[in-house]
Protein backbone atom coordinates (compact mmCIF):
# COMPACT_ATOMS: atom_id res chain seq x y z
CA UNK A 1 0.00 0.00 0.00
CA UNK A 2 1.52 3.54 -0.80
CA UNK A 3 0.66 6.18 1.18
CA UNK A 4 1.05 9.95 -0.32
CA UNK A 5 0.65 12.96 2.61
CA UNK A 6 0.01 16.08 0.73
CA UNK A 7 0.78 19.23 1.47
CA UNK A 8 -0.89 22.51 1.31
CA UNK A 9 -0.91 23.15 -1.90
CA UNK A 10 -1.78 19.41 -3.00
CA UNK A 11 -5.34 20.17 -5.02
CA UNK A 12 -7.64 17.31 -6.64
CA UNK A 13 -9.77 18.12 -9.22
CA UNK A 14 -12.12 16.58 -10.92
CA UNK A 15 -12.77 16.14 -15.00
CA UNK A 16 -14.34 18.91 -15.77
CA UNK A 17 -12.10 21.07 -13.64
CA UNK A 18 -15.56 22.46 -11.26
CA UNK A 19 -14.65 20.29 -8.21
CA UNK A 20 -11.86 20.67 -6.54
CA UNK A 21 -10.89 19.39 -2.74
CA UNK A 22 -7.49 19.50 -0.55
CA UNK A 23 -7.49 16.01 0.77
CA UNK A 24 -4.70 15.47 3.71
CA UNK A 25 -3.17 12.16 2.07
CA UNK A 26 -3.71 9.42 -0.69
CA UNK A 27 -3.75 5.89 -0.03
CA UNK A 28 -3.45 3.66 -2.70
CA UNK A 29 -4.09 -0.36 -1.53
CA UNK A 30 -3.29 -3.12 -3.07
CA UNK A 31 -5.53 -5.59 -1.73
CA UNK A 32 -8.81 -5.33 0.31
CA UNK A 33 -7.34 -5.72 3.37
CA UNK A 34 -5.14 -2.90 3.02
CA UNK A 35 -7.85 -0.58 2.02
CA UNK A 36 -10.05 -1.27 5.27
CA UNK A 37 -6.99 -1.14 7.63
CA UNK A 38 -6.93 2.66 5.83
CA UNK A 39 -10.35 3.29 6.61
CA UNK A 40 -9.06 2.35 10.97
CA UNK A 41 -6.50 4.67 10.64
CA UNK A 42 -8.99 7.30 9.36
CA UNK A 43 -11.14 6.55 12.42
CA UNK A 44 -7.85 6.63 14.68
CA UNK A 45 -7.22 9.87 13.03
CA UNK A 46 -10.70 11.29 13.01
CA UNK A 47 -10.71 12.08 9.56
CA UNK A 48 -13.33 11.27 6.76
CA UNK A 49 -12.36 9.00 3.73
CA UNK A 50 -13.50 8.91 0.16
CA UNK A 51 -13.05 6.60 -2.80
CA UNK A 52 -12.17 8.62 -5.95
CA UNK A 53 -12.13 7.28 -9.56
CA UNK A 54 -11.11 9.23 -12.66
CA UNK A 55 -13.02 12.05 -11.67
CA UNK A 56 -15.82 12.05 -13.90
CA UNK A 57 -18.64 12.99 -11.37
CA UNK A 58 -19.60 16.60 -12.13
CA UNK A 59 -20.67 17.29 -8.86
CA UNK A 60 -18.57 16.74 -5.18
CA UNK A 61 -19.60 12.97 -4.29
CA UNK A 62 -16.19 12.01 -4.30
CA UNK A 63 -14.47 15.13 -2.43
CA UNK A 64 -13.00 15.27 0.75
CA UNK A 65 -10.37 16.81 3.10
CA UNK A 66 -9.46 13.79 4.85
CA UNK A 67 -7.80 10.67 3.06
CA UNK A 68 -8.54 9.75 -0.61
CA UNK A 69 -8.45 6.54 -1.68
CA UNK A 70 -7.24 5.75 -4.93
CA UNK A 71 -8.79 2.19 -5.86
CA UNK A 72 -6.58 1.53 -9.41
CA UNK A 73 -4.11 -1.62 -8.14
CA UNK A 74 -7.63 -3.04 -7.04
CA UNK A 75 -8.35 -3.70 -10.77
CA UNK A 76 -8.98 -6.54 -13.38
CA UNK A 77 -11.29 -9.89 -13.17
CA UNK A 78 -11.17 -11.62 -10.19
CA UNK A 79 -13.43 -14.54 -11.55
CA UNK A 80 -15.66 -15.75 -14.47
CA UNK A 81 -18.55 -17.96 -13.89
CA UNK A 82 -19.63 -19.50 -17.12
CA UNK A 83 -22.40 -21.36 -15.13
CA UNK A 84 -23.60 -18.28 -13.68
CA UNK A 85 -23.16 -15.92 -16.26
CA UNK A 86 -21.19 -13.65 -14.04
CA UNK A 87 -17.78 -11.79 -14.08
CA UNK A 88 -16.28 -10.87 -10.40
CA UNK A 89 -14.17 -7.76 -11.27
CA UNK A 90 -11.90 -5.25 -9.12
CA UNK A 91 -13.93 -1.85 -8.03
CA UNK A 92 -11.13 0.08 -9.92
CA UNK A 93 -10.92 -1.47 -13.08
CA UNK A 94 -11.78 1.16 -15.93
CA UNK A 95 -15.08 0.32 -17.68
CA UNK A 96 -12.99 0.17 -20.86
CA UNK A 97 -10.58 -2.32 -19.57
CA UNK A 98 -13.40 -4.65 -18.54
CA UNK A 99 -15.47 -4.10 -21.76
CA UNK A 100 -12.07 -5.03 -23.36
CA UNK A 101 -11.56 -7.99 -21.35
CA UNK A 102 -15.12 -9.26 -21.68
CA UNK A 103 -15.01 -9.76 -25.53
CA UNK A 104 -11.34 -11.41 -25.65
CA UNK A 105 -13.56 -13.69 -23.58
CA UNK A 106 -16.62 -14.15 -26.26
CA UNK A 107 -18.82 -11.91 -23.61
CA UNK A 108 -20.55 -8.78 -23.12
CA UNK A 109 -22.71 -6.40 -20.74
CA UNK A 110 -26.00 -6.09 -21.46
CA UNK A 111 -25.95 -2.60 -21.79
CA UNK A 112 -23.69 0.47 -20.76
CA UNK A 113 -23.56 4.24 -20.92
CA UNK A 114 -21.80 6.68 -23.66
CA UNK A 115 -18.29 6.39 -22.71
CA UNK A 116 -16.02 4.01 -20.42
CA UNK A 117 -13.58 6.28 -18.98
CA UNK A 118 -14.86 5.57 -15.63
CA UNK A 119 -14.16 3.03 -13.02
CA UNK A 120 -16.69 0.35 -12.51
CA UNK A 121 -17.15 1.82 -8.82
CA UNK A 122 -17.55 4.94 -9.82
CA UNK A 123 -20.16 4.65 -12.38
CA UNK A 124 -21.65 1.94 -10.11
CA UNK A 125 -22.24 4.26 -7.03
CA UNK A 126 -23.31 7.54 -9.15
CA UNK A 127 -26.08 5.20 -11.49
CA UNK A 128 -24.43 5.67 -14.46
CA UNK A 129 -26.76 4.54 -17.84
CA UNK A 130 -27.09 4.51 -21.00
CA UNK A 131 -30.33 3.70 -22.87
CA UNK A 132 -32.44 1.05 -23.51
CA UNK A 133 -36.23 0.25 -23.03
CA UNK A 134 -35.82 -3.52 -21.63
CA UNK A 135 -32.28 -3.07 -20.51
CA UNK A 136 -31.01 -1.03 -17.87
CA UNK A 137 -28.31 0.87 -15.93
CA UNK A 138 -24.91 -0.57 -15.54
CA UNK A 139 -25.92 -1.11 -11.68
CA UNK A 140 -28.95 -3.11 -12.81
CA UNK A 141 -26.82 -5.69 -14.50
CA UNK A 142 -24.84 -6.29 -10.74
CA UNK A 143 -25.58 -9.67 -8.87
CA UNK A 144 -23.15 -9.18 -5.84
CA UNK A 145 -20.59 -6.23 -4.13
CA UNK A 146 -18.11 -6.79 -1.52
CA UNK A 147 -17.44 -3.35 0.12
CA UNK A 148 -15.29 -2.07 3.17
CA UNK A 149 -17.99 -0.55 5.89
CA UNK A 150 -17.01 2.38 8.06
CA UNK A 151 -15.50 -0.33 10.70
CA UNK A 152 -13.22 -1.70 8.58
CA UNK A 153 -15.13 -4.67 7.81
CA UNK A 154 -15.49 -6.62 4.50
CA UNK A 155 -19.56 -7.19 3.64
CA UNK A 156 -20.29 -8.94 0.81
CA UNK A 157 -24.19 -8.91 -0.58
CA UNK A 158 -26.47 -10.29 -3.11
CA UNK A 159 -30.28 -10.79 -3.27
CA UNK A 160 -30.04 -13.26 -0.96
CA UNK A 161 -27.24 -12.22 1.15
CA UNK A 162 -27.45 -8.89 2.74
CA UNK A 163 -30.02 -8.58 0.12
CA UNK A 164 -30.81 -5.10 2.31
CA UNK A 165 -27.92 -3.82 1.58
CA UNK A 166 -27.66 -4.87 -1.73
CA UNK A 167 -31.07 -2.94 -2.55
CA UNK A 168 -29.12 0.01 -1.95
CA UNK A 169 -25.32 -0.17 -2.40
CA UNK A 170 -25.77 -0.85 -6.03
CA UNK A 171 -26.01 2.94 -6.16
CA UNK A 172 -24.37 3.95 -2.78
CA UNK A 173 -22.88 7.50 -3.81
CA UNK A 174 -19.94 6.54 -1.75
CA UNK A 175 -22.47 6.93 1.33
CA UNK A 176 -22.89 2.89 2.17
CA UNK A 177 -19.28 2.29 2.31
CA UNK A 178 -15.85 1.70 -0.70
CA UNK A 179 -17.25 -0.64 -2.84
CA UNK A 180 -13.86 -3.32 -3.51
CA UNK A 181 -15.25 -5.68 -6.12
CA UNK A 182 -18.41 -6.09 -7.97
CA UNK A 183 -20.01 -9.21 -10.11
CA UNK A 184 -21.58 -8.31 -13.13
CA UNK A 185 -24.02 -10.67 -15.28
CA UNK A 186 -22.80 -10.68 -18.38
CA UNK A 187 -23.71 -12.60 -21.91
CA UNK A 188 -22.75 -14.04 -25.14
CA UNK A 189 -20.91 -11.46 -26.96
CA UNK A 190 -23.48 -10.11 -29.81
CA UNK A 191 -23.68 -7.87 -32.57
CA UNK A 192 -25.73 -4.26 -32.49
CA UNK A 193 -26.49 -2.44 -35.65
CA UNK A 194 -26.58 1.54 -35.09
CA UNK A 195 -28.50 4.19 -37.27
CA UNK A 196 -27.80 6.95 -37.29
CA UNK A 197 -29.89 10.17 -38.92
CA UNK A 198 -30.88 13.68 -38.49
CA UNK A 199 -34.26 13.80 -37.92
CA UNK A 200 -36.67 17.28 -37.33
CA UNK A 201 -37.30 17.69 -33.60
CA UNK A 202 -40.85 17.68 -34.24
CA UNK A 203 -41.30 14.78 -36.03
CA UNK A 204 -38.86 13.26 -32.71
CA UNK A 205 -41.16 14.02 -30.06
CA UNK A 206 -44.40 13.38 -32.42
CA UNK A 207 -43.52 9.91 -32.62
CA UNK A 208 -41.18 9.34 -29.28
CA UNK A 209 -43.58 6.09 -28.16
CA UNK A 210 -43.83 4.56 -31.21
CA UNK A 211 -39.42 4.81 -32.07
CA UNK A 212 -38.92 4.12 -28.11
CA UNK A 213 -41.62 0.74 -28.45
CA UNK A 214 -39.80 -0.20 -31.78
CA UNK A 215 -36.03 0.11 -30.76
CA UNK A 216 -34.21 -1.89 -28.02
CA UNK A 217 -31.78 1.28 -27.71
CA UNK A 218 -33.11 5.23 -29.03
CA UNK A 219 -31.69 8.15 -27.90
CA UNK A 220 -31.14 11.47 -29.90
CA UNK A 221 -29.47 14.86 -29.69
CA UNK A 222 -31.60 18.50 -29.68
CA UNK A 223 -29.23 21.16 -30.76
CA UNK A 224 -31.04 24.51 -29.01
CA UNK A 225 -31.76 27.07 -31.30
CA UNK A 226 -32.35 24.78 -34.20
CA UNK A 227 -35.38 22.53 -34.65
CA UNK A 228 -32.77 19.61 -35.48
CA UNK A 229 -31.87 16.20 -33.64
CA UNK A 230 -29.34 13.54 -34.88
CA UNK A 231 -31.01 9.90 -33.53
CA UNK A 232 -29.31 6.69 -32.88
CA UNK A 233 -31.11 3.41 -32.91
CA UNK A 234 -29.42 0.53 -31.45
CA UNK A 235 -31.24 -3.12 -32.51
CA UNK A 236 -29.42 -6.70 -32.05
CA UNK A 237 -28.33 -7.85 -34.97
CA UNK A 238 -27.71 -11.42 -36.75
CA UNK A 239 -24.79 -9.47 -38.61
CA UNK A 240 -22.75 -9.67 -40.29
CA UNK A 241 -20.08 -7.52 -38.77
CA UNK A 242 -19.38 -3.98 -40.67
CA UNK A 243 -18.05 -1.42 -38.49
CA UNK A 244 -17.19 2.08 -39.35
CA UNK A 245 -14.42 2.18 -41.72
CA UNK A 246 -11.50 3.13 -39.77
CA UNK A 247 -11.56 6.66 -41.69
CA UNK A 248 -14.66 7.62 -41.62
CA UNK A 249 -14.40 6.63 -38.17
CA UNK A 250 -11.86 9.45 -37.37
CA UNK A 251 -13.28 12.25 -39.32
CA UNK A 252 -16.75 11.91 -38.32
CA UNK A 253 -16.01 10.99 -34.26
CA UNK A 254 -12.48 12.59 -33.94
CA UNK A 255 -12.36 15.26 -36.48
CA UNK A 256 -15.78 16.59 -36.72
CA UNK A 257 -17.68 15.35 -33.52
CA UNK A 258 -14.54 16.26 -31.11
CA UNK A 259 -12.29 18.29 -32.74
CA UNK A 260 -13.89 20.82 -35.06
CA UNK A 261 -16.61 20.34 -32.21
CA UNK A 262 -13.92 21.85 -29.72
CA UNK A 263 -13.16 25.11 -32.22
CA UNK A 264 -16.48 25.69 -32.70
CA UNK A 265 -16.98 25.72 -29.09
CA UNK A 266 -14.31 28.34 -28.53
CA UNK A 267 -15.59 30.39 -31.30
CA UNK A 268 -18.96 30.45 -29.37
CA UNK A 269 -17.12 31.11 -26.01
CA UNK A 270 -14.95 33.92 -27.29
CA UNK A 271 -18.42 35.60 -29.66
CA UNK A 272 -22.11 33.87 -28.07
CA UNK A 273 -23.44 35.84 -30.65
CA UNK A 274 -22.16 33.31 -33.20
CA UNK A 275 -23.58 30.04 -31.24
CA UNK A 276 -27.10 29.65 -33.24
CA UNK A 277 -25.27 29.98 -36.53
CA UNK A 278 -22.57 27.50 -35.12
CA UNK A 279 -25.95 25.04 -33.76
CA UNK A 280 -27.31 25.48 -37.35
CA UNK A 281 -23.96 24.02 -39.17
CA UNK A 282 -23.19 21.14 -36.18
CA UNK A 283 -26.59 20.17 -36.47
CA UNK A 284 -26.35 18.95 -39.96
CA UNK A 285 -22.32 17.93 -39.56
CA UNK A 286 -22.58 14.71 -39.34
CA UNK A 287 -24.84 12.83 -42.02
CA UNK A 288 -26.56 9.61 -42.31
CA UNK A 289 -24.92 6.19 -41.50
CA UNK A 290 -25.49 2.64 -40.11
CA UNK A 291 -23.23 0.07 -38.55
CA UNK A 292 -23.37 -3.53 -37.26
CA UNK A 293 -20.27 -3.72 -34.25
CA UNK A 294 -20.11 -5.43 -30.60
CA UNK A 295 -21.47 -3.61 -28.19
CA UNK A 296 -19.37 -1.39 -26.20
CA UNK A 297 -17.87 -0.44 -29.78
CA UNK A 298 -21.68 0.99 -30.49
CA UNK A 299 -23.03 2.21 -26.97
CA UNK A 300 -19.66 4.05 -26.52
CA UNK A 301 -17.63 6.96 -28.12
CA UNK A 302 -15.18 9.06 -27.19
CA UNK A 303 -15.77 12.81 -25.72
CA UNK A 304 -12.91 14.66 -25.78
CA UNK A 305 -14.56 18.09 -25.63
CA UNK A 306 -14.77 19.45 -21.65
CA UNK A 307 -18.24 20.13 -20.48
CA UNK A 308 -19.85 20.75 -17.47
CA UNK A 309 -23.62 18.88 -17.37
CA UNK A 310 -26.84 18.33 -15.67
CA UNK A 311 -29.20 15.34 -16.39
CA UNK A 312 -32.75 14.51 -14.90
CA UNK A 313 -34.57 11.71 -14.95
CA UNK A 314 -38.63 12.64 -15.76
CA UNK A 315 -41.00 9.85 -15.54
CA UNK A 316 -41.22 8.53 -19.09
CA UNK A 317 -44.58 9.95 -20.25
CA UNK A 318 -43.28 13.33 -19.39
CA UNK A 319 -40.64 13.26 -21.33
CA UNK A 320 -41.83 15.10 -24.49
CA UNK A 321 -43.27 17.72 -22.21
CA UNK A 322 -40.26 18.61 -20.63
CA UNK A 323 -38.08 18.70 -23.62
CA UNK A 324 -41.05 21.27 -25.30
CA UNK A 325 -40.96 23.75 -22.24
CA UNK A 326 -36.94 23.47 -22.45
CA UNK A 327 -36.61 24.76 -25.98
CA UNK A 328 -39.90 27.01 -25.57
CA UNK A 329 -37.49 28.28 -22.54
CA UNK A 330 -33.94 28.44 -24.74
CA UNK A 331 -36.33 29.99 -27.65
CA UNK A 332 -37.80 33.16 -25.58
CA UNK A 333 -34.18 33.83 -23.45
CA UNK A 334 -31.14 35.16 -23.91
CA UNK A 335 -29.32 32.08 -23.61
CA UNK A 336 -26.57 31.15 -26.01
CA UNK A 337 -26.29 27.11 -25.42
CA UNK A 338 -23.28 25.88 -27.99
CA UNK A 339 -23.77 21.79 -26.75
CA UNK A 340 -27.50 19.30 -27.52
CA UNK A 341 -29.28 17.98 -25.47
CA UNK A 342 -29.27 14.33 -24.95
CA UNK A 343 -32.30 12.47 -24.33
CA UNK A 344 -32.06 8.95 -23.16
CA UNK A 345 -34.93 6.15 -21.90
CA UNK A 346 -34.36 3.27 -19.01
CA UNK A 347 -37.05 0.88 -17.53
CA UNK A 348 -38.03 0.77 -13.77
CA UNK A 349 -35.67 -1.02 -11.64
CA UNK A 350 -35.63 -2.04 -8.12
CA UNK A 351 -32.73 -0.12 -6.49
CA UNK A 352 -33.36 2.23 -3.48
CA UNK A 353 -31.51 5.22 -5.16
CA UNK A 354 -31.59 4.78 -8.69
CA UNK A 355 -32.84 7.41 -10.75
CA UNK A 356 -35.29 4.60 -12.57
CA UNK A 357 -36.22 3.33 -8.80
CA UNK A 358 -39.75 1.97 -9.30
CA UNK A 359 -40.56 3.72 -12.69
CA UNK A 360 -40.07 3.81 -16.04
CA UNK A 361 -37.51 6.94 -16.68
CA UNK A 362 -36.37 9.31 -19.45
CA UNK A 363 -33.09 11.15 -19.43
CA UNK A 364 -32.72 14.69 -20.04
CA UNK A 365 -29.23 15.76 -20.21
CA UNK A 366 -28.00 19.82 -20.95
CA UNK A 367 -24.29 20.47 -21.26
CA UNK A 368 -22.16 23.72 -21.44
CA UNK A 369 -18.58 23.98 -22.59
CA UNK A 370 -16.39 23.99 -19.72
CA UNK A 371 -15.34 27.93 -18.70
CA UNK A 372 -18.54 28.84 -19.87
CA UNK A 373 -21.64 30.21 -17.43
CA UNK A 374 -23.29 27.60 -16.96
CA UNK A 375 -25.27 28.43 -13.69
CA UNK A 376 -28.83 30.55 -15.51
CA UNK A 377 -28.85 27.94 -17.67
CA UNK A 378 -28.43 25.10 -15.21
CA UNK A 379 -31.12 27.08 -13.25
CA UNK A 380 -33.86 27.32 -15.63
CA UNK A 381 -33.76 23.65 -17.02
CA UNK A 382 -33.59 22.43 -13.10
CA UNK A 383 -36.86 24.75 -12.23
CA UNK A 384 -38.08 22.58 -15.51
CA UNK A 385 -37.11 19.38 -14.16
CA UNK A 386 -38.12 19.84 -10.97
CA UNK A 387 -41.51 20.77 -12.15
CA UNK A 388 -42.00 16.85 -13.79
CA UNK A 389 -40.96 15.18 -10.37
CA UNK A 390 -37.47 14.63 -11.91
CA UNK A 391 -34.73 13.07 -9.78
CA UNK A 392 -30.89 14.07 -10.89
CA UNK A 393 -28.48 12.32 -11.90
CA UNK A 394 -26.47 11.88 -8.66
CA UNK A 395 -22.89 12.10 -10.37
CA UNK A 396 -23.66 15.85 -12.36
CA UNK A 397 -24.71 19.51 -11.41
CA UNK A 398 -28.07 19.50 -9.41
CA UNK A 399 -29.13 22.21 -6.49
CA UNK A 400 -31.67 19.45 -4.73
CA UNK A 401 -31.35 18.62 -1.05
CA UNK A 402 -32.69 15.91 1.20
CA UNK A 403 -36.08 17.42 1.90
CA UNK A 404 -36.80 17.04 -2.08
CA UNK A 405 -35.10 13.55 -2.38
CA UNK A 406 -37.38 12.37 0.48
CA UNK A 407 -40.48 13.51 -1.68
CA UNK A 408 -39.15 11.89 -5.37
CA UNK A 409 -37.61 8.98 -3.30
CA UNK A 410 -40.39 6.50 -2.15
CA UNK A 411 -37.46 4.52 -0.71
CA UNK A 412 -35.19 7.49 0.59
CA UNK A 413 -36.03 6.98 4.49
CA UNK A 414 -35.08 3.31 3.75
CA UNK A 415 -31.39 4.30 2.42
CA UNK A 416 -31.11 6.75 5.39
CA UNK A 417 -32.18 4.49 8.18
CA UNK A 418 -29.26 2.01 6.06
CA UNK A 419 -27.10 4.95 6.37
CA UNK A 420 -27.14 5.40 9.71
CA UNK A 421 -26.36 1.80 10.44
CA UNK A 422 -22.96 0.67 8.25
CA UNK A 423 -21.97 4.70 9.20
CA UNK A 424 -23.05 5.65 12.33
CA UNK A 425 -19.97 8.17 12.72
CA UNK A 426 -20.43 9.32 8.77
CA UNK A 427 -17.03 8.21 8.19
CA UNK A 428 -17.94 8.82 4.35
CA UNK A 429 -19.37 11.95 4.89
CA UNK A 430 -18.59 14.92 2.57
CA UNK A 431 -20.51 18.15 2.02
CA UNK A 432 -22.31 17.26 -1.37
CA UNK A 433 -23.63 13.61 0.90
CA UNK A 434 -24.67 16.34 4.06
CA UNK A 435 -26.43 18.29 1.12
CA UNK A 436 -28.73 15.13 -0.38
CA UNK A 437 -28.73 12.70 2.61
CA UNK A 438 -28.71 14.87 5.63
CA UNK A 439 -26.28 14.95 8.22
Not at 23 to 31: G, I, K, L
Not at 68 to 89: C, E, F, S, W, Y
Not at 132 to 149: C, F, K, N, P, Y
Request: hydrophobic share 40%; glycine share 6%; with cysteine.
Amino acid sequence: MSTTVIGKSGTWHNWAGNVTARPVREVTPATVEELAAAVRKAAEDDLRVKAVGTGHSFTAAAATDGIVIRPQLLAGIRKIDRDAMTVTVGAGTPLKRLNMALAREGLSLTNMGDIMEQTVSGAISTGTHGTGRDSASIAAQIRGLELVTADGSVLTCSETENPDVFAAARVGIGALGIVTAITFAVEPIFLLTAREEPMPLEKVLAEFDELHAENEHFEFYWFPHTGNTNTKRNNRSAGPEKPVPQLNSWFEDEFLSNGVFRVANWVGQAVPATIPTIAQISSRALSARTYTDIPYKVFTSPRRVRFVEMEYAVPREAVVDTLRELKAMVDRSNLRVSFPVEVRTAPADDITLSTASGRESAYVAVHMFRGTPYQAYFTAAERIFTAHEGRPHWGKVHTRDTDYFSKVYPRFGEFTALRDRLDPERRFQNDYLRRVLGA
